[in-house]
């Protein structure tokens, strides 16, 4: 399940588009909300941040799949998957709406938050 963490991460503008998979990684996943300020640097300001910055996700996981999950929350403009060996496993996925990637990261970080008490309560690693 994937975790949510704030992090300041600058993704430039690309055209829309489905990315492709690498290699098999871990099965969890981490959700990063990323968020940037517009008033210096060129940066976007936190309240029309569209983009979670993911990790450890599986290799094996297919474009369809992190569409079908991170499109409940609502529209995604795009999802850029690394494909570096240092970036593998790694993903920025890109709302049209900013309150959609706050939906996403919010319900994300609830379901990480359950899934750990769930272990802890049951001794499993």
Known sequence: M???????VHVPPS???????SNPSS???TV???RQSMSRG???APEVNRALF???LSFNVTPEELFDLFGKFGPVRQIRQGIANNTKGTAFVVYEDPDKMLKAAS???ERQ????KLKQQHGID
Do not use: C
């Open 2 to 8: 994937p975790h949510v963490h704030r992090r300041h």
């Open 15 to 21: 055209p829309p588009r489905r990315p492709s998979i």
């Open 27 to 29: 099965p969890s996943s």
């Open 32 to 34: 990063h909300h990323s």
């Open 42 to 44: 060129g940066k976007l």
């Open 54 to 56: 993911v990790k450890n």
């Open 107 to 109: 319900d994300l970080a």
């Open 113 to 116: 938050e359950n899934l750990e």
